[in-house]
């Protein structure tokens, strides 16, 4: 019997403080519109990076005259380390066509000889695409026999890295401002709702109900206006995702992103109402 007048008193609390639970749904929907928004950006960015970083190489050049025979072992050495995907030999006759390639000139058009050093192109496992490994796997390559240089895209990488922090940092500070706000709305609706219901809540304890009895009508009404703001949002999400199709098809979005906002809108509304029920209790 408690549970369902706990809920019917929930649902009352609505029509009691209707213009300020409207304001808070809303105020709360924003905000879990705004955080999924920020959400989106991060997942596709990330996904746009990572097509990307699939591209990134380093090209370990070997002493020029080396034998084929200590390049296969070098190789195979290399294909070991836990951060090597793929590792591909360039042998000096390769290395030859691939500068008529680029250059649309014969390397024995401008010297009698191919002074062009074989050379390792390495792929890289997904996790390790980034500054820092990259950097601490040439410097690990570079010490070996045989190798003379080491080359990769050492300023892009590091550019992409320090705006992905910039971004991910924004994201969130964003998004806990954002869940601040809805907070702070929600815990006043509740108030307001308890300003309006404290006659009957001081009978309530006078006839000797317990303080969680009558915390759990308001309890449940800050969860149902996390569950409606949620679904708001979430729906919203899908909309702006579908949209955004037309002109951007390479947008996605996962099934974490609506379970995260469910989860959000409804632990706001729950902590925030049971916040402002313990300071009036």
């Known amino acids: 019997m408690s549970v369902w007048f706990s ?21 709360l929907s924003a905000a ?8 989106i950006v991060s997942l596709n960015m990330q996904a746009w990076i990572g097509e990307f970083r699939q591209k ?7 002493e020029p005259y080396l034998e084929d025979v200590k390049i296969r072992a070098l190789e195979q050495e290399i294909r070991a380390f836990p951060e090597v995907n793929v590792v591909e030999i360039i042998s000096r006759e390769k290395a030859a066509r691939r500068f008529q390639e680029e250059f649309g000139r014969s390397v024995f ?3 009698e000889d191919n002074p062009l050093p074989p050379s390792l192109v390495i792929r890289l496992r997904e ?7 990259v950097t601490a796997l040439s410097a690990k390559i570079g010490r070996l026999a045989e190798v003379t240089d080491v080359v990769y895209q050492r300023e892009l990488l590091n550019i992409i890295d320090h705006y992905l922090r910039l971004i991910y940092l924004s994201i969130l500070g964003v998004g806990l401002l954002l869940l ?14 308890i300003a309006a219901r404290r006659d009957s809540i001081t009978i309530m304890q006078l006839v000797g109900a317990t303080r969680g009895m009558v915390r759990r009508p308001f309890v449940i009404e800050g969860f149902l206006q996390g569950l409606i703001s949620a679904l708001i949002a979430v729906g ?21 992103i609506p379970a995260i906002i469910t989860a959000l809108g409804l632990l706001m509304g729950m902590l925030s109402s049971r ?6 209790l």
Not at 7 to 27: C, D, P, Y
Not at 32 to 39: D, G, P, S, Y
Not at 127 to 133: G, K, L, T
Not at 181 to 191: D, Y
Request: glycine share 2%.
């Open 127 to 133: 996790n390790y695409r980034n500054a820092p490994a």
């Open 56 to 62: 990134i190489e380093i090209e370990v050049f070997l």
């Open 180 to 193: 601040l706000i809805a907070l702070v709305l929600i815990f006043n609706t509740i108030r307001l709702t």
């Open 109 to 111: 058009e401008v010297l």
């Open 275 to 280: 916040i402002s029920v313990n300071k009036y």
């Open 236 to 256: 919203l999400v899908y909309l702006l995702v579908h949209l955004t199709r037309y002109f951007l098809p390479v947008v996605f979005l996962r099934w974490e």
């Open 32 to 39: 879990l519109f705004l955080i999924a928004f920020f959400l």
């Open 7 to 27: 809920i019917q008193e929930g649902l009352r609390g609505f029509s009691r403080a209707r213009m300020a639970s409207v304001i808070s749904i809303i105020s």
